[in-house]
């Protein structure tokens, strides 16, 4: 059965042949894998793996988006200290 693979931070959706599986695990050439681990989350379609890949990345910007904030705050104050 075909699952599809995103492993750590990487967006690229690699497809694996599983011989088993389970509601927690699948195997794959005869190792048993947990479907979701820190570093590596498998799928049953293209589409689940593309939508978690899309919604880690749309947090990565909203966490971005915060700590420039803070930034600019930072040198906003940094600035009226200065003058």
Sequence with gaps: MKKYKVIGYSTEIIEVEAERETETSIWIKGHR???HK???DYFD????ANYFLMERCENKVIASRAI???AIEELAKAWQVRQ
């Design 38 to 40: 820190d570093f590596e």
């Design 68 to 70: 420039l904030k803070e």
């Design 33 to 35: 894998r947990k479907k």
């Design 45 to 48: 379609t293209w589409e689940e």
